[in-house]
């Protein structure tokens, strides 16, 4: 990789701010809101996470790319970022699970991709001023000011509703991916599989997979599934998967778990974004984060319990507004003190603002899937 050789390429931020660098990955203009994470690995799962669609992501730790990209890791089809910025990328990759060099697969991918960045410059900005709306351009066809009057123009994250981009266009069955064999063996001889209902607003497969390997037999169902739709196929259990955009603007997905906690004491349980639709469904508000939580390294806990996740939003419930008679918070972030779980009074309902997958990620939080079942084996 020869930095000198390379195309230029700049990244532009909607408060003026202008960052130059050289191309990479695919070339092209992109515009998003520019957001950054904190692991030190997992970037093609983290790449391929629906919830960071219409976002550019930028990467603290400095090299991106080492061990370059496989089938396995991929929690979409495809990525769902539309940009990358990085200090710098590696284009030789080594590990024996490699299939293709990162950059090969940005550029089969159409992820535009601007490297030779100083992230540490551009994650102060975003820690002081909170994310923005960004573009990436290396395709040269237009100057820092039409780039910038035409991202001024842009929406902001607030308000929009992105779960129709990302979400499956028709009912399916999941079945474990090769990634798991050793729950898969588990699962085979079992034969008490709980029915659930996953109701897509971006779905990891990671959750996917961790729902089969707890042992459910799991539906899944697009964002705009209604309550006949749902007790149709006769569930045990509900999942609110994650998702991208702001929950408040998830207008179906509210209305319909208010109608299936308002009409039937089925268990519930909700990651991120579907964690945020409960709570929205229970009479919460939602807020904007200043700059958001994505990372591999948050501590979440309550009255000593302290668990270690992998995190990635931008929007919380606002604690003020959870009436303590629905609702107990079960959880807090402890860096900042937002609320990270929830549950119902009396009711088999509780939601996450983590992701229990680790996908990538440390384990602490998996069991929250075996409370997920639990839950379920109850009321058989």
Request: hydrophobic letters at 35%.
């Amino acid at each position: 990789m020869n930095f000198f050789q390379r195309e230029n390429a700049i990244l532009v931020l909607s408060d003026g701010t202008l960052m130059e660098g050289k191309s990479f990955g695919y070339r092209g203009t992109v515009f998003g809101e520019m957001v950054f994470n904190t692991g030190i690995t997992g970037y093609q799962e983290v790449l391929t996470d629906p919830s960071y669609f219409g976002q550019l992501i930028t990467f603290t730790f400095p090299e991106i790319g080492n061990t370059g990209v496989n089938h396995c890791d991929q929690e979409s089809d495809s990525p769902c970022a539309k940009g990358i910025v990085t200090r710098r990328f590696s284009s030789q990759p080594s590990n024996w699970r490699s299939e293709k060099s990162f950059e090969n697969w940005l550029i089969d991918e159409k992820v535009v991709g601007v490297f030779g960045i100083d992230t540490r410059a551009l994650v102060r900005i975003l820690r002081s001023s909170g994310t923005m709306n960004a573009v990436i351009s290396s395709d040269r066809i237009s100057s820092p000011a039409v780039l910038l009057d035409e991202l001024r123009k842009r929406p902001l994250m607030e308000g929009l509703d992105l779960t129709g981009e990302v979400t499956t266009k028709k009912a399916y069955e999941w079945h474990l991916t090769t990634s798991v064999e050793f729950d898969k063996r588990i699962v085979n001889n079992r034969t008490d599989l709980f029915k659930v209902v996953a109701i897509d607003f971006g779905i990891k497969r990671s959750i996917l997979d961790r729902l089969v390997a707890h042992g459910c037999k799991v539906h899944v169902l697009p964002a705009t599934a209604s309550l006949s739709d749902v007790l149709e196929l006769e569930p045990e259990g509900i999942f609110f998967s994650n998702g991208p955009g702001d929950p408040a603007a998830v207008k179906g997905g509210i209305s319909l778990a208010k109608e299936l906690i308002e009409g039937h004491d089925l268990p519930m349980f909700g990651i991120c974004l579907g964690h945020q639709i409960l709570g929205l469904a229970l009479g919460c508000k939602t807020f904007k984060l200043p700059y958001g939580h994505r990372g591999l390294n948050h501590p979440c806990g309550e009255s000593g319990s302290i668990e270690i996740t992998s995190q990635n939003h931008g929007f919380a419930l606002e604690a003020s507004s959870i009436d303590s008679e629905i609702l107990e918070i079960t959880h807090f972030n402890l860096n900042d003190k937002t609320v990270s779980g929830i549950a119902m009074c009396n009711r088999p309902i509780f939601g996450i603002q983590y992701h229990p997958e680790a996908s990538p990620g440390p384990h602490d939080a998996d069991h929250h899937f075996s409370r997920f079942v639990e839950l379920m084996s109850e009321r058989r």
